[in-house]
């Protein structure tokens, strides 16, 4: 037999190649096809009604279920050494998704103050609209999260490396909150990606991806993923009703009793997937496939270049400051150490001496560093939070989140590393 | 959550024929029920046990108020029932695995009876607890993976699907 008695039993190269994508069974393509295809024929009414009715596996309409937006969740799903996954239209519509399924209006759930822009908006402004309130926690200190608990707050939100300014919290202890709460630790692990860290194994319940970033690789396609652990479980307290009572929809099926481990997956995709829409394209899951078939030997280089890059700007005399993790003045330095020994991504923060002004001047003279708002590219990318990705935040929040006017984001690719430094020496000097 | 090769599961699948369902509904809408609908689709042939709808039929086939009461053999007894109900049904299995020719015990997917299934492994039978027989073959049979499941199977073999 050639089954796996463990689905780790396969290295992760391997599996970043081979999980979910088998031969196509009818034609015997090696390559996963793209399924361009909005429906699927039923065999009769009766199995049409099994597949309405959650009764049989199968496949409906490409809004719910895709063959290949279905290779890509299996893939993700082995490689965060999950139960599940559920891929969604963009890493905001994943989080939507996990959270809908979540709270329920009036909740409450806990982030980390150290987070992508996008998302602190997300949580304190868009989410707001929909009942749902969000406190935010200082990741390097843990205790900060068991003070902000309520007795309605449904989930703990941090990024395993964050971004921009690369902070890594004691992943451990918040699950430790999250555990003696009854509530599930959502780790974004986006920058760090599943070659560097796997939350699920220290403790994460649910894993949450923009797949457009490291995952794709190489900044052509957007796409987002949910990964459920299978270890959660939904009927310890009356907290998640979404999960344990009756659905009115489905005919009275309840989903954690009847999809056990994998329930919460389900529930995202036959609820919140169907209902709201933001389904992924095949095309968009065909490129992160492929992008994720070289992930660990990008990510080797990504992280090597990183420590080269990181290095030469804390010794530049124009620079205050760099906030990444790999180097010893970081505050997350111990906990890198201890998390993320292969490192922890590309993505980091650094400070000009001049401040806004000569931030705005560095993205502007880059010749090679792109100045645009993406990470985890093949290309270097460089950024000015401040006037971009954060500039919808108060200047109070900007710093909170690491993003500050002085700050300038950087995320390193995997060109040659002398291009790039030498690229940044040409622009500091302008 | 007790652990099985892969191996072993599947082996148990392609030789069962018959399995006789303790727990099953006549409600439409519970796993008992539809999980008996999808192993007849998959040409199993299963025969409904449970005392509330005994000498009723379910999905054509008559039900039974006991193993015992069941006229002919059985490969595996599915225990679609609570933890704290399976040691009775597994000790009538254990008394009937000779006359029904008994193989496997399986308890559903949140149903665990450690002592229960030393008693059954000692008397020679195979046991599963904490698993669904229908999410087992749809996970062997590469269908689970078209929801995004984790499968765990890596092959460079043309799948070939059972109908």
Known sequence: ?430 | MPSYPDTLIRRILDETRTIAMVGASANWVRPSNFAMKYLQHKRFRVIPVNPASAGSEIHGEICYASLAGVPGGFDIVDIFRKSTDAGPIVDEAIDLKDIKGLKVIWMQLGVIDEAAAARAEAAGLTVIMDRCPKIEFGRLNHELSWSGINSGLISSKRPRLRR
């Open chain 1, 1 to 430: 037999m050639t089954d796996s008695n463990d689905k780790n039993s396969y290295g992760f190269e391997t599996r970043a190649i081979h999980a979910g994508a088998a031969p196509d069974a009818a034609t015997g393509a090696r390559n996963t096809p793209i399924h361009h295809s909005t429906a699927y024929v039923f065999d009769d009414a009766d199995h049409a009604a099994s597949l309405f009715n959650l009764q049989t596996f199968g496949f409906i309409y490409s809004r719910l279920t895709n063959p290949t937006v279905a290779v890509l969740e299996e893939r993700i799903a082995n490689l965060e050494n999950g139960r599940a996954a559920c891929a969604a239209g963009s890493g905001h519509a994943a989080q939507f998704l996990a959270f809908f399924t979540l709270m329920e209006p009036g909740d409450h759930f806990v982030a980390s103050r150290n987070l992508y822009g996008g998302s602190i908006t997300q949580f304190a402004v868009s989410f707001k609209k929909l009942g749902w309130h969000c406190d935010f926690a200082d990741p390097l200190n843990p205790d900060t999260f068991r003070a902000a608990l309520r007795d309605n707050t449904k989930a703990i939100f941090i990024e395993s490396v964050s971004n921009p300014s690369c902070v890594i919290g004691d992943i451990e202890a918040i699950a430790d909150v999250a555990r003696d709460a009854g509530i599930p630790l959502i780790v974004d692990n986006t920058i760090a990606t599943p070659y560097l860290f796997n939350p699920i194994d220290h403790g994460a319940d649910i894993v949450l991806h923009s797949t457009t970033k490291y995952l794709n690789g190489h900044g052509n396609s957007m796409g987002g993923a949910i990964v459920e652990s299978g270890k959660f479980d939904w009927a310890q307290n009356d907290k998640f009703p979404s999960m344990t009572k009756p659905d009115e929809a489905y005919h009275g099926l309840t989903f954690f009793e009847t999809f056990g481990d994998f329930g919460f997956t389900m529930r995202v995709r036959a609820v919140a997937l169907r209902d709201f829409g933001p389904a992924l394209s095949p095309t968009n899951a065909f490129m992160t496939l492929t992008g994720i078939e070289t992930l660990p030997l990008r990510m080797d280089r990504h992280v090597a270049n990183t420590d080269r890059v990181a290095t030469y700007l804390e010794d530049h005399s124009a620079v205050a400051w760099v906030s990444y993790a790999g180097l010893r003045s970081s505050p997350s330095f111990k906990n890198k150490e201890r998390y993320f020994s292969n490192g922890c991504g590309s993505v980091f923060t650094f400070g000009l001496k001049g401040g806004y002004d000569a931030g705005i001047s560095l993205v502007e003279s880059c010749n090679l560093l792109s100045h645009l708002a993406n990470v985890g590219d093949t290309r270097s990318l460089i950024l000015h939070p401040a006037s971009t990705t954060h500039r919808q935040l108060t200047e109070e929040q900007q710093i909170a989140a690491g993003a500050g006017p002085d700050v300038v984001r950087i995320s390193v690719g995997i060109e040659t590393a002398d291009d790039i430094i030498r690229d940044l020496d040409d622009a500091l000097r302008t």
